[in-house]
């Protein structure tokens, strides 16, 4: 099992910018992929971004393409996500992940995911 907390969040204006961490302890975190989700008010949980334990391919949801990214760096047992451009609709608490399932490091499916950090919220004002 892996814990994981996550920090970086906070009350942005439109067009502006945050960047997520998630600090990993208990397992060998650089074997494992992981991903970033969040959830609004109201809404169910909603896959974000995931990377492979290698840090070396990323998958997006199309919502967020192009103006997220996500990172991880294995030497400091960390994973990131840059957000830019950010919009109202992006307005959740956001939750990073440990795959529980090797084979399927891109999935997007909740399911999958068997370690969550408590959340961190990221208010987007127009």
């Known amino acids: 099992q892996v814990q994981l907390v996550e920090s970086g969040g906070g009350f942005v204006q439109a067009g502006d910018s945050l960047r997520l961490s998630c600090v990993a302890s208990?397992?060998?975190?650089?074997?494992?992929?992981m991903g970033w989700f969040r959830q609004a008010p109201g809404k169910e949980r909603e896959f974000v971004a995931a990377i492979r334990w290698s840090g070396a391919t990323t998958y997006y949801a199309d919502s967020v393409k192009g103006r997220f990214t996500i990172s991880k760096d294995n030497a400091k047992n960390a994973l990131y996500l840059q957000m830019n451009s950010l919009k109202p609709e992006d307005t959740a608490v956001y939750y990073c992940?440990?795959?529980?399932?090797?084979?399927?490091?891109?999935?997007?499916?909740?399911?999958?995911?068997?370690?969550w950090g408590q959340g961190t919220q990221v208010t987007v004002s127009s």
């Open positions: 992940a440990a795959n529980r399932e090797p084979l399927r490091w891109s999935s997007t499916q909740a399911a999958d995911f068997g370690s």
């Open positions: 208990g397992r060998t975190f650089s074997s494992i992929s």
